[in-house]
């Protein structure tokens, strides 16, 4: 379960924002891929958080509903909360790898303020100037990386929620964007839309 047990060391090294990353939408056949960046508070690191942040973690591990209303607090009591995407057409153009990169870097450039590290889940991200550090499984191991996992995800279900009154037929409300089977029928009786990801196998 993730943890401020880094955070919490390098509070005591002299760092006050720590920016943790994640991004969702990876494997998604529509849309775009979507990074997060969250720094906490700095108090919550040198003293107790509110006990809601208990509940903070992967946020595939976290039940819609509460992933929601996480979302939503830490929208309102996060020190800052950065959000970048990569489009459909640069996933295309540049690979998945690279988009999400560049997701994640928008999403930091995005911050109000410059962090002093960042924790990333996975690897490091190229063409920062911060310290960062690359966490395998990071949104399991850092309460900042899953705060971040939780925002990224929020945010991108809400994206895929309006474009299924867009694009009527292909599920996207329940399916996000990946290949589930009514997703994939729908892709082989209609086509697919402009904001498919030309370089994913569509089925």
């Known amino acids: 379960m993730a943890s401020l047990r880094l955070e919490k060391e390098l509070a005591r090294g002299g760092a006050r924002r720590i920016a943790g990353i994640d991004e969702v939408g990876r494997g998604s056949l ?16 040198l003293r107790r958080p509110p006990a809601w942040v208990g509940d903070v973690d992967d946020s595939k591990l976290v039940a819609p509903a509460r992933r929601a209303e996480l979302a939503a607090a830490l929208l309102r009591e996060a020190a800052a909360v950065g959000v970048g995407l990569a489009s459909a057409t640069e996933i295309d153009a540049l690979n998945i790898h690279w988009a999400a990169q560049l997701a994640m870097v928008r999403a930091v450039e995005s911050l109000p303020d410059p962090p002093d590290v960042l924790l990333v889940d996975g690897f490091q991200i190229k063409d920062v100037k911060y310290r960062q550090m690359g966490i395998p499984r990071g949104d399991r191991t850092s309460r900042s990386i899953a705060a971040a996992s939780i925002v990224a995800k929020v945010f991108r279900d809400g994206l895929m929620t309006t474009f299924d009154a867009l694009y009527e037929g292909y599920g996207l409300a ?25 370089s994913f196998k569509l089925g």
Do not use: D, M, S
């Not at 964007?177 to 086509?191: D, F, M, V």
């Open 30 to 45: 529509f849309g775009p891929v979507v990074a997060a960046a969250v720094i906490l508070p700095a108090e919550w690191l």
């Open 174 to 198: 329940r399916n996000k964007g990946y290949g589930t089977e009514e997703h994939l029928r729908a892709l082989r009786e209609k086509g697919p839309t402009g904001l498919h990801r030309t």
